[in-house]
Protein backbone atom coordinates (compact mmCIF):
# COMPACT_ATOMS: atom_id res chain seq x y z
CA UNK A 1 0.00 0.00 0.00
CA UNK A 2 1.08 3.32 -0.67
CA UNK A 3 1.57 6.45 1.51
CA UNK A 4 -1.44 8.69 0.28
CA UNK A 5 -0.52 11.66 -2.07
CA UNK A 6 -0.24 15.68 -0.23
CA UNK A 7 -3.67 16.25 -2.50
CA UNK A 8 -5.44 14.23 0.18
CA UNK A 9 -3.78 16.26 2.73
CA UNK A 10 -5.14 19.25 1.47
CA UNK A 11 -8.56 17.94 0.77
CA UNK A 12 -9.11 16.98 4.15
CA UNK A 13 -10.23 20.29 5.33
CA UNK A 14 -12.90 19.70 2.64
CA UNK A 15 -13.48 16.74 3.79
CA UNK A 16 -13.96 17.17 7.71
CA UNK A 17 -15.95 20.38 7.15
CA UNK A 18 -18.38 18.26 5.04
CA UNK A 19 -18.29 15.44 7.82
CA UNK A 20 -19.26 18.24 10.07
CA UNK A 21 -22.11 19.67 8.45
CA UNK A 22 -23.80 16.03 8.44
CA UNK A 23 -22.54 15.85 11.65
CA UNK A 24 -24.79 18.95 12.83
CA UNK A 25 -27.44 17.76 10.83
CA UNK A 26 -27.71 14.33 11.50
CA UNK A 27 -25.85 13.37 15.27
CA UNK A 28 -26.80 16.10 17.53
CA UNK A 29 -28.70 13.26 19.77
CA UNK A 30 -25.72 10.84 19.60
CA UNK A 31 -23.29 9.57 21.45
CA UNK A 32 -19.67 10.26 20.99
CA UNK A 33 -18.23 6.81 20.39
CA UNK A 34 -20.97 7.01 17.39
CA UNK A 35 -20.05 10.30 15.41
CA UNK A 36 -16.40 9.08 16.25
CA UNK A 37 -17.49 5.88 14.32
CA UNK A 38 -18.77 7.76 11.27
CA UNK A 39 -16.00 10.25 11.14
CA UNK A 40 -13.28 6.96 11.27
CA UNK A 41 -15.64 5.37 8.56
CA UNK A 42 -15.79 8.07 6.38
CA UNK A 43 -11.85 9.09 6.44
CA UNK A 44 -11.04 5.35 6.20
CA UNK A 45 -13.65 4.73 3.34
CA UNK A 46 -11.81 7.97 1.60
CA UNK A 47 -8.32 6.58 2.42
CA UNK A 48 -9.14 3.25 0.83
CA UNK A 49 -10.09 4.30 -2.21
CA UNK A 50 -7.53 6.65 -2.86
CA UNK A 51 -4.94 4.17 -1.55
CA UNK A 52 -6.29 1.30 -4.42
CA UNK A 53 -6.31 4.48 -7.34
CA UNK A 54 -2.62 5.29 -6.26
CA UNK A 55 -1.23 1.53 -6.36
CA UNK A 56 -2.90 1.58 -9.83
CA UNK A 57 -5.94 -0.38 -9.10
CA UNK A 58 -8.04 2.20 -10.73
CA UNK A 59 -10.71 -0.46 -11.83
CA UNK A 60 -11.61 -1.72 -8.78
CA UNK A 61 -11.20 1.81 -7.36
CA UNK A 62 -13.80 3.09 -9.76
CA UNK A 63 -15.90 0.17 -8.67
CA UNK A 64 -15.57 1.26 -4.98
CA UNK A 65 -16.43 4.82 -6.13
CA UNK A 66 -19.68 4.01 -8.06
CA UNK A 67 -21.13 1.86 -5.17
CA UNK A 68 -20.70 5.15 -2.33
CA UNK A 69 -23.60 6.59 -1.73
CA UNK A 70 -22.71 10.16 -0.98
CA UNK A 71 -19.10 11.39 -3.12
CA UNK A 72 -17.22 13.87 -1.39
CA UNK A 73 -16.02 16.66 -3.70
CA UNK A 74 -12.33 14.70 -3.19
CA UNK A 75 -13.73 11.76 -3.99
CA UNK A 76 -14.47 13.08 -7.27
CA UNK A 77 -11.32 14.53 -8.05
CA UNK A 78 -9.54 11.57 -7.05
CA UNK A 79 -11.01 9.51 -9.20
CA UNK A 80 -10.55 12.35 -12.10
CA UNK A 81 -7.01 12.62 -11.04
CA UNK A 82 -6.04 9.29 -11.36
CA UNK A 83 -8.22 8.99 -14.66
CA UNK A 84 -5.89 11.02 -15.97
CA UNK A 85 -2.84 10.09 -14.42
CA UNK A 86 -3.33 6.35 -15.87
CA UNK A 87 -3.63 8.00 -19.73
CA UNK A 88 -7.34 8.01 -19.43
CA UNK A 89 -8.14 11.58 -19.50
CA UNK A 90 -11.41 10.80 -21.77
CA UNK A 91 -12.86 8.99 -18.58
CA UNK A 92 -11.91 11.75 -16.47
CA UNK A 93 -13.71 14.41 -18.63
CA UNK A 94 -16.40 12.37 -18.15
CA UNK A 95 -16.69 12.40 -14.85
CA UNK A 96 -16.25 15.71 -14.64
CA UNK A 97 -19.31 16.52 -16.79
CA UNK A 98 -21.18 13.79 -14.11
CA UNK A 99 -20.04 16.13 -11.29
CA UNK A 100 -21.54 19.29 -13.19
CA UNK A 101 -24.50 17.69 -14.57
CA UNK A 102 -25.01 16.45 -10.72
CA UNK A 103 -24.44 19.72 -9.06
CA UNK A 104 -21.57 18.58 -7.31
CA UNK A 105 -19.81 21.29 -5.93
CA UNK A 106 -16.57 21.38 -7.96
CA UNK A 107 -12.81 23.03 -6.69
CA UNK A 108 -9.72 24.28 -7.17
CA UNK A 109 -8.54 20.59 -7.32
CA UNK A 110 -11.15 19.71 -9.87
CA UNK A 111 -10.00 22.37 -12.24
CA UNK A 112 -6.27 21.61 -12.20
CA UNK A 113 -6.61 18.26 -13.08
CA UNK A 114 -9.89 18.69 -16.23
CA UNK A 115 -7.16 21.41 -17.78
CA UNK A 116 -4.41 19.20 -17.76
CA UNK A 117 -7.19 16.27 -19.27
CA UNK A 118 -8.38 18.99 -21.78
CA UNK A 119 -4.83 19.60 -22.57
CA UNK A 120 -3.74 16.40 -23.10
CA UNK A 121 -6.57 15.47 -25.48
CA UNK A 122 -6.87 18.84 -27.57
CA UNK A 123 -10.37 20.00 -26.50
CA UNK A 124 -9.54 23.86 -26.69
CA UNK A 125 -13.90 23.92 -26.47
CA UNK A 126 -14.04 22.23 -24.18
CA UNK A 127 -11.00 24.14 -21.83
CA UNK A 128 -12.86 27.36 -22.81
CA UNK A 129 -16.03 26.29 -21.40
CA UNK A 130 -14.00 24.62 -18.16
CA UNK A 131 -12.49 28.32 -17.93
CA UNK A 132 -15.55 30.23 -18.40
CA UNK A 133 -17.08 28.02 -15.66
CA UNK A 134 -13.80 28.82 -13.05
CA UNK A 135 -14.66 32.70 -13.78
CA UNK A 136 -18.23 32.44 -12.50
CA UNK A 137 -17.11 30.06 -9.52
CA UNK A 138 -15.25 32.79 -9.02
CA UNK A 139 -11.73 30.30 -9.01
CA UNK A 140 -10.23 31.80 -12.18
CA UNK A 141 -8.05 35.14 -10.43
CA UNK A 142 -8.33 33.64 -6.13
CA UNK A 143 -6.37 30.27 -7.02
CA UNK A 144 -3.01 30.28 -7.81
CA UNK A 145 -3.80 26.26 -8.56
CA UNK A 146 -6.50 26.57 -10.87
CA UNK A 147 -4.89 30.27 -12.58
CA UNK A 148 -1.59 27.63 -13.39
CA UNK A 149 -3.80 24.87 -15.08
CA UNK A 150 -5.23 27.68 -17.16
CA UNK A 151 -1.58 29.38 -17.85
CA UNK A 152 -0.42 25.41 -18.80
CA UNK A 153 -3.43 24.81 -20.63
CA UNK A 154 -3.23 27.67 -23.04
CA UNK A 155 0.19 27.40 -23.52
CA UNK A 156 -0.15 23.87 -24.74
CA UNK A 157 -2.81 24.78 -27.03
CA UNK A 158 -0.01 27.45 -28.88
CA UNK A 159 -2.19 30.05 -26.90
CA UNK A 160 0.29 32.24 -25.87
CA UNK A 161 -1.45 35.69 -25.78
CA UNK A 162 -4.10 34.06 -23.34
CA UNK A 163 -2.09 32.09 -20.98
CA UNK A 164 0.32 35.79 -20.82
CA UNK A 165 -3.05 37.06 -20.55
CA UNK A 166 -3.60 34.95 -17.53
CA UNK A 167 -0.21 35.16 -16.09
CA UNK A 168 -0.59 39.07 -16.52
CA UNK A 169 -3.55 39.50 -14.06
CA UNK A 170 -2.61 36.90 -11.32
CA UNK A 171 -1.61 38.68 -8.32
CA UNK A 172 0.63 36.07 -6.40
CA UNK A 173 2.88 35.04 -9.19
CA UNK A 174 4.86 31.88 -8.63
CA UNK A 175 7.36 29.16 -9.69
CA UNK A 176 4.67 27.34 -11.33
CA UNK A 177 3.14 30.10 -13.19
CA UNK A 178 6.67 31.15 -15.07
CA UNK A 179 7.21 27.55 -16.05
CA UNK A 180 4.51 27.01 -17.18
CA UNK A 181 4.83 30.06 -19.38
CA UNK A 182 8.49 29.27 -20.49
CA UNK A 183 7.46 25.99 -21.45
CA UNK A 184 4.79 27.21 -23.35
CA UNK A 185 7.36 29.67 -24.81
CA UNK A 186 9.96 27.48 -25.80
CA UNK A 187 7.52 24.90 -27.40
CA UNK A 188 5.76 27.24 -29.76
CA UNK A 189 8.91 28.61 -31.13
CA UNK A 190 8.41 31.95 -29.34
CA UNK A 191 11.69 31.74 -26.68
CA UNK A 192 12.59 35.13 -27.99
CA UNK A 193 10.25 36.23 -25.22
CA UNK A 194 11.56 34.38 -22.32
Not at 83 to 90: A, G, L, R
Given at each position: ?96 ERMVLDGVYLDEYTFSCVFK ?78
Open positions: MTVPRLSYLNHLKYLTSTAQSCFDASFKNTSLTEASQFYSSLIQQCLHTRSLLDCGSINYGRKLFDELPNRHVFMWNSMISSYISHKKSKEGIGLYAFSNLGLINEGRRGHGLSVVLGLEVSNAFVRSGLVDMYAKFGRMKDARLLSNRAVDKDVVLFMALIVGYSQHGDDVKL
